[in-house]
């Protein structure tokens, strides 16, 4: 009964944000029509980089939980053309990366591997359905109950280093991330034996009892997956993007921090912080 309230509020809920952003887009095209089509434009390129397009992602993105990568389509489009002549690839291996950043990654793989992450994060994260912890968030360092020094070194790429548990049957909804100012690196700290707890990217599957490492744009549709009675541990780690003024990316990533700082509940709202 419970769960049948909560989806009827839930879908209520769903109902009126659906009308407000339906009278919103209509405001914004019959008041201001030039900034309307420059949005639908930025938005029409930046969804147009997702593989196998089909009526439910376009709804996703342009109504669903894509609007920020929506709002955000321009100044990602501009990181886009400030990290040129480096295409981005959407999908990485490590050695697309470049030389100074592959190092930094390989350094924190060595610790994890050293630490022992799971045993630490266990008796907190076996009772929550979803969990996080954030060792370093936009170049900052974090303070919690387990603290790796090697995660507070400083970094030239690394901006964010953090762990995601998903306890058994866990699953997120087809998302997008809402900033191309850093690329996303994951590494499965657990040993995976089934191919049932992965990450799609589309029509890409990453199955972490494969390949415990994956790096992608994750403004891209994304969805990850746990469907066994294990847990799952990833570590994530956000890295500047590659481009020839290393500077300037930088700015725009301490630039993203302070905005993000006031953001962040919403795109981590399904998430219990470990601390
Ligand atoms: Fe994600």
Not at 245 to 269: G, P, T
Request: aromatic share 14%; glycine share 2%; with cysteine.
């Amino acid at each position: 009964m419970d769960k049948a309230i909560f989806e009827e509020k839930r879908r209520k809920k769903f109902l009126i944000q659906s009308v407000i952003w339906f009278v919103f887009l209509l405001s914004l095209s019959y008041f201001l029509p030039a900034l309307m089509l420059f949005y639908v434009l930025c938005g029409a390129y930046d969804v147009s980089r997702n593989s196998d397009i089909d009526g439910r992602l376009l709804y996703r993105y342009f109504f669903g939980n894509g609007v920020p990568t929506w709002a955000l389509s321009p100044f990602n489009i501009l990181m886009d053309i400030v990290t040129l002549p480096y295409i981005n690839k959407k999908i990485y291996q490590l050695q697309d990366l470049p030389e100074e950043c592959q190092p930094e990654i390989n350094e924190l793989l060595e610790i994890v591997k050293q630490e022992k992450v799971v045993d630490e994060l266990a008796s907190r994260a076996e009772k929550i359905r979803r969990s996080m912890i954030f060792f370093k968030w936009y170049g900052n360092n974090i303070d919690n109950f387990y603290n790796v020094p090697g995660f507070h070194k400083d970094f030239k790429y690394i901006r964010t280093i953090g762990v995601s548990v998903f306890n058994k049957k866990e699953s997120t909804d087809e998302h997008f991330g809402p900033l191309r100012t850093t690329l996303r690196v994951l590494y499965n700290i657990n040993d995976i034996t089934s191919r049932d707890t992965y990450i799609k990217v589309r029509n890409h599957e990453n199955h972490w009892c494969e390949s415990k490492m994956f790096i992608f744009d994750d403004t891209l549709q994304h969805r990850s997956l746990n469907e066994t009675d294990e847990p799952r541990y990833c570590l994530f780690v956000d890295i500047v993007r590659p481009s020839k003024c290393h500077f300037v990316m930088d700015l725009f990533v301490k630039l993203v921090a302070v905005i993000m700082q006031k953001m962040n509940h919403i795109f981590y709202s399904s998430w219990v912080p470990l601390n």
